[in-house]
Structure formats: structure tokens, C-alpha cells
């Protein structure tokens, strides 16, 4: 396992919360109630990051390779110029990782996983790590298939999630970030507003905004809402009781 993108996402992860200590969007996430969410978030990350190591890096290891031994999959179709298979790769991979966000909206067995993710009324950068288990265990498992069937290599998968991390921790985060550069940002790639109404407590509004890095997939497939984003109110109506939302009530949600 090449250890870079767990070091950027922990220095990203540092930098975003301390952004949002000195540069709140919404002033109410302080003190020790900020404390535990964040201790609870990362957490939740934590178990994953542990269950997916030693679970199932030697299977998408051992998968990547297999692809690689064998040139198969659409990039090796192609006769692409030196750098040019590494930019079709990201955008391929990238264009997936919107279809696998969507699927988990729109399919009621996924959707109880990850609405873990969306149950969260605080969102800030430790949202980002939120995501349950099961969720991940079932994203890492139909990876085994969708990296031979694009023909992504080791490099191409590390560069998509060093560059991945930053991103979602950033366009989670609680920053006020100007709205004129938000509007510049959101042409190409996903902007904090631009992601915050994809955790409204509004149905039609949850169920938009999908993309993880490039935001013209939403344009793209007409799943882009944009709104004012301090009229937002997060999380899900269904999970307001506090006892759903402690570490033990995030792991047990999808059976709930």
C-alpha cells in the first residue's frame, strides 16, 4: 500500500479544520459539541481505513496487476500518447465514481448505507471520512471490476485518490469560502456550495449534485441544483433523534 494518499488526506483533513476554526460558514460549530463530531467522524473513517487495508488492499493490488499482466480493458484499446492515457483514465474513473454516487441514491439497498453519510446535521471537512462500512466493503469489491474493465493502472488509480481527497474534504467543508470564486470554481470541478446542497434535508435536492471531482457530470445528466447555501439545513429528517447519531447509531443505521 503506497502511503501518499493517506498522508495528503490527513494534511488536508488538518488544514480544512483549521480553516473552519477561524473561517466559519455557519458560526455554530464550536466548542465541545464541534469536538465530538469531528472525534466521531474521523472515527468512522478510521474503521474503515482499518477494515479496507488489511481487508482488501492485496485484492485491488492483485486486481490492478492482473489487468496490467494482461492489457485488457478499454485504455489498453486505445493507441494513447504518453500522458494523454493517464488523463483518459482519470476523467473514465471519474465518470464512474458519479454513476456509483448516484446508484447509491437511487437503489434502496445501497441507499441504507449510505444515507450514514447523509444522516450527518453538521456537515464540515470530517463528513468527508463519514461514510459506513458496508459501503465501502461493497464500493471496493465492484472496483475488482470496473478497474480491469477500464484498464486502469496502479499510477492512474493513485493519482485519481491523491487528487480525490482534497477535494472532498474540501468542498465538505464548513469554509466560507467567496462566493465569486465558488462560481468560478464549480465550472470545472466541485465547489463547496456546490456540494453542500447535495446534503439538504430536501429529497429533490439530496438527490443532486453527484460528481466527486469534475461538476460537469451533473450538468451533463441534468442532476445539478445550485442554491443559496446558508438557507440549507443538513442532514436527514428521518435521523434527528440524537441516539441514531453516536458512533454506535451511525453502524447500526442500516438496519434501522
Avoid at 468512522?44 to 492482473?66: A, D, E, Q
Avoid at 465514481?97 to 453538521?122: E, G, I, K
Avoid at 471537512?125 to 462500512?133: G, T
Wanted: hydrophobic content about 50%.
Amino acid at each position: 500500500m503506497n502511503p501518499l494518499p493517506v498522508v495528503v488526506q490527513v494534511i488536508a483533513l488538518g488544514l480544512c479544520l483549521w480553516m473552519e476554526s477561524f473561517f466559519p460558514l455557519f458560526m455554530d460549530r464550536t466548542g465541545k459539541m464541534r469536538l465530538i463530531h469531528v472525534v466521531r467522524n474521523i472515527t468512522v473513517g478510521l474503521v474503515n481505513g482499518v477494515v479496507l487495508t488489511f481487508g482488501f488492499t492485496w485484492l485491488v493490488s492483485s486486481s490492478i496487476r492482473w489487468g496490467e499482466l494482461h492489457q485488457i480493458g478499454l485504455l489498453y484499446r486505445f493507441d494513447l500518447e504518453p500522458g494523454m492515457d493517464w488523463i483518459v483514465g482519470f476523467i473514465a474513473f471519474d465518470l464512474w465514481m458519479y454513476f456509483w454516487h448516484r446508484a447509491n441514491h437511487q437503489l434502496s439497498f445501497l441507499w441504507r448505507f449510505h444515507r450514514v453519510h447523509h444522516s450527518d446535521p453538521a456537515v464540515d471537512s470530517s463528513s468527508a471520512l463519514r461514510f459506513h462500512v458496508g459501503e465501502m466493503v461493497i464500493s471496493t469489491l465492484l472496483r475488482l471490476l470496473v478497474i480491469p474493465v477500464l484498464g486502469i493502472r496502479l499510477s492512474d488509480l493513485l493519482l485519481y485518490e491523491i487528487i480525490l481527497e482534497p477535494v472532498i474534504l474540501f468542498h465538505h467543508s464548513n469554509i466560507a469560502f467567496p462566493a465569486t470564486l465558488d462560481r468560478w470554481m464549480r465550472i470545472l470541478v466541485v465547489s463547496p456550495n456546490m456540494h453542500r446542497v447535495h446534503h439538504s434535508d430536501i429529497p429533490e435536492e439530496t438527490n443532486s449534485n453527484y460528481a466527486s471531482i469534475f461538476s460537469f457530470w451533473d450538468r451533463l445528466f441534468r442532476t445539478y441544483v445550485q442554491r443559496e447555501p446558508l438557507t440549507l439545513h443538513y442532514g436527514l429528517k428521518e435521523f434527528r433523534d440524537p441516539a441514531l447519531l453516536t458512533l454506535r447509531g451511525i453502524l447500526f443505521q442500516p438496519i434501522v
